[in-house]
């Protein structure tokens, strides 16, 4: 009988737990693997829901978050934490996905504990420092540590490239898009709750959607204004689409 690979996924939000779950649905199924699975805690009330309609197994729960928190004060608890649970679970390999504080940490202390990471949605890249901040430095730093580099296209491959990183880089497609499929499939043979179907009175069959989210805090103030006001005119060309905006506790 072979080894089973020992794989420690860590996640802390909202679309690191969507875009990780089929990674960790498939992983948990399948007997080469043994899978921990560590909530950061980074965010709560945005990711419990997400953690209990998906039925992700969480083995260890941090719980760092705390009200005005910041990426520092973040840091400040993570980085320990990890490194401890890290030295305890002693993985074959660390498994971090897109570019928060979590990932970044998560990818620094599996770094010092000289364990490899794979990066999940690798290569994203603005070259704005700045923007998106700090995400677009968190996930430079976390290339320069991972071992091996999953890219959603071939232009986050490029851009690892010409970043001087070309081993162990591999288009995979984007496995947000795989949730959305797994979930799909899953609400119409009555595996997930309906909580995850977004249904309104008097829906048409044939009703479409552009789904909107911009909570970004690079838009809070004059940029949200004038996004907002683009989109009442596309929604004024664009009548054949209804426009659903996701909301979002960031002010």
Known sequence: MNKQLKLLFILGTRPEAI???PLIRYTSRHADYDLTVCNSGQHKD??????????IQIDYDLGVMT????????????????SKLIDEVNPALVVVQGDTATALYGAMAAYYSKVPVAHIEAGLRTTDKYEPFPEEMNRRIISQIAALHFCPTEKNLNNLTQAGISEQVYVTGNTGLDAV?????????GQFPQALVYKEEEEEEED?????????????????AELLDTLIALS????????????????
Do not use: C, W
Not at 181 to 189: L, S, Y
Not at 208 to 224: D, S
Not at 236 to 251: D, G, M, R, V
């Open 46 to 55: 945005l990711l419990d829901p997400i953690i209990h309609d998906l039925d």
């Open 67 to 82: 009200d005005n928190q910041t990426p520092v004060s973040v840091g400040s608890k993570l980085l320990p934490l990890l």
């Open 19 to 21: 875009k990780l779950f």
């Open 236 to 251: 004024e060309e664009i009548t054949s689409h209804q426009f659903l905006i996701i909301t979002h506790p960031n002010p």
């Open 181 to 189: 499929r797994i979930i799909k499939e899953g609400i119409d043979k």
């Open 208 to 224: 479409k959607y552009i789904v909107v989210t911009m909570h970004r805090r690079e838009n809070i103030g004059a940029a949200l």
